[in-house]
T-cell receptor
Framework: KQEVTQIPAALSVPEGENLVLNCSFTDSAIYNLQWFRQDPGKGLTSLLLIQSSQREQTSGRLNASLDKSSGRSTLYIAASQPGDSATYLC????????????FGQGTILTVHP | EPEVTQTPSHQVTQMGQEVILRCVPISNHLYFYWYRQILGQKVEFLVSFYNNEISEKSEIFDDQFSVERPDGSNFTLKIRSTKLEDSAMYFCARSDRNYGYTFGSGTRLTVV
């Protein structure tokens, strides 16, 4: 059974800092990995999708890497801003392109001015 | 990126009542999903629906739950007799090879 763990559980940083969020998964037989952002009481917004054959993906100030063999992914946020404050969720898709996602518990990020 | 619309955004119901949550994904997609998130907990898979049939379901998705696509566009999740522990955010989603998963904004279900 796939298990996804995110570290740290919470992170508070001053504006402008670069930061790294970590995600690990127990079963390396994944189809892809997706990072989401969730604002309080809201839905899930997709940030980055990394296919199992890829090593990283970039979108603006966000960069996500994937090391499938070691069961790890990192989300790098450059020059953090107060608007980045949210919960960041990592989710892995097992086996097939239309399987179920297994989520981590999330990292709660607070960026203070 | 394709969107998914869910209604209502918030529903309050009495314990034992039936509720129907609705989702409107793009009609030409075949794979749809329901997930839920109890306050403070992980997002959990409930059920996947392919070509008008359930393709996979979790242990949470017991006989109290059902899904259907009654008119070829709306996708519904029905809870027959709600319990207090059914209180959660319910998310509808669709998947795509290029975009991965796209989630709706969710329905907050409160059972009192």
């Amino acid at each position: 059974k796939q298990e996804v763990t995110q570290i740290p559980a919470a992170l508070s940083v001053p504006e402008g800092e670069n930061l790294v969020l970590n995600c690990s998964f127990t079963d390396s037989a994944i189809y892809n990995l997706q990072w989401f952002r969730q604002d309080p009481g809201k839905g899930l917004t997709s940030l980055l999708l990394i296919q199992s054959s890829q090593r990283e993906q970039t979108s603006g100030r966000l960069n996500a890497s994937l090391d499938k063999s070691s069961g790890r992914s990192t989300l790098y946020i450059a020059a953090s801003q107060p608007g980045d404050s949210a919960t960041y969720l990592c989710a892995v898709l097992g086996g097939t392109s239309y399987g179920k996602l297994t989520f981590g518990q999330g990292t709660i990020l607070t960026v203070h001015p | 990126e394709p969107e998914v619309t869910q209604t209502p955004s918030h529903q309050v119901t009495q314990m034992g009542q039936e509720v129907i949550l609705r989702c409107v994904p793009i009609s030409n997609h075949l794979y749809f999903y329901w997930y839920r998130q109890i306050l403070g907990q992980k997002v959990e898979f409930l059920v996947s629906f392919y070509n008008n049939e359930i393709s996979e379901k979790s242990e949470i998705f017991d006989d109290q739950f059902s899904v259907e696509r009654p008119d070829g566009s709306n996708f519904t999740l029905k809870i027959r007799s709600t319990k207090l522990e059914d209180s959660a955010m319910y998310f509808c989603a669709r998947s795509d090879r290029n975009y991965g998963y796209t989630f709706g904004s969710g329905t907050r279900l409160t059972v009192v």
